[in-house]
C-alpha cells in the first residue's frame, strides 16, 4: 500500500535551517510529481512547493520562495525539503503529498521555529 | 486571507443537506483548472474527497458531490453522517501567482 512518512521536524531557531524527508513506499515514486503542504497549528491549509517526477521542474510558494528548496531521489525514493533562513511564521505541521491532485498524504512532521 | 474563498463554518444535522462554497477568480476556478477537495477529520492529514471538480476517488461515498460554474466550486454532502464533522478545503491552481492554491477552510458541525 502507499505510505508517505516525514521525518526531520523538531524545534529550530530563526534564522537557522532544517531539512526535512519524506519516504515513500508502495508504488513507483520516480513516476510522480510530490508536494510540500503545511499547516500552522489551528489553521488551514497551505501549499509551499512541487517537483516535478523527474526533479527537472520546481515550484514555490511566494512565502517560501528563495528560501525552500525541494528535492528527491528517485534511487531513495525519498523526497526533500531544505528550509533555510527559518522564521517563527514557518512553524507548521509539514505534509509531503503525492500527486496533482495530491491522493496520498504523510502524516506530517511538525517544524517549530522559536528562539 | 486565502485566493480562494470558502465560509468558515456550516452545520447541518443527520440526514440533511449542506453545501460548501468556493469562490475564486479567473485566475483560477474561472481558467477552467480544476477543482479539487479534501477533508481533513480532527487530528488527521487530509484526505482527497473530490478531484478535478466533480470526480470521486474510490472508496469515497456517492454523498459527497461536486460542481463548479464560472469562478466558483460548491461541494455538496447529502445524508449527513456524525463521521463527516471535519474540516473541509478546496484547491485549485493559480495562473497569476503561479501557484497552487487552497481555501482557507470550512468546519462542518453536524448537529
Known amino acids: 500500500q502507499v505510505q508517505l512518512v516525514e521525518s526531520g521536524g523538531g524545534v529550530v531557531q530563526p534564522g537557522r535551517s532544517l531539512r526535512l524527508s519524506c519516504a515513500a513506499s508502495?508504488?513507483?515514486?520516480?513516476?510522480?510529481?510530490m508536494h510540500w503542504v503545511r499547516q500552522a497549528p489551528g489553521k488551514g491549509l497551505e501549499w509551499v512547493t512541487i517537483?516535478?517526477?523527474?526533479?527537472?521542474?520546481?515550484h514555490y510558494a511566494d512565502s517560501v520562495k528563495g528560501r525552500f528548496i525541494i528535492s528527491r531521489d528517485n534511487s531513495k525514493n525519498t523526497l526533500y525539503l531544505q528550509m533555510n533562513s527559518l522564521r517563527p511564521e514557518d512553524t507548521a505541521v509539514y505534509y509531503c503529498a503525492r500527486n496533482d491532485p495530491s491522493d496520498y498524504w504523510g502524516q506530517g512532521t511538525l517544524v517549530t521555529v522559536s528562539s | 486571507q486565502s485566493v480562494l474563498t470558502q465560509p468558515p463554518s456550516v452545520s447541518g444535522a443527520p440526514g440533511q443537506r449542506v453545501i460548501i462554497s468556493c469562490t475564486g477568480s479567473s485566475s483560477n476556478i474561472g481558467a477552467n483548472y480544476g477543482v479539487h477537495w479534501y477533508q481533513q477529520l480532527a487530528g488527521a492529514a487530509p484526505k482527497l474527497l473530490i478531484y478535478s471538480n466533480n470526480n470521486r476517488p474510490a472508496g469515497v461515498p456517492d454523498r459527497f458531490s461536486g460542481s463548479k460554474s464560472g469562478t466558483s466550486a460548491s461541494l455538496a454532502i447529502t445524508g449527513l453522517q456524525a463521521e463527516d464533522e471535519a474540516d473541509y478545503y478546496c484547491q485549485s491552481y493559480d495562473n497569476s501567482l503561479s501557484a497552487w492554491v487552497f481555501g482557507g477552510g470550512t468546519k462542518l458541525t453536524v448537529l
Open positions: 508502495g508504488f513507483s515514486f520516480s513516476n510522480y510529481p
Open positions: 517537483i516535478s517526477y523527474d526533479g527537472s521542474n520546481e
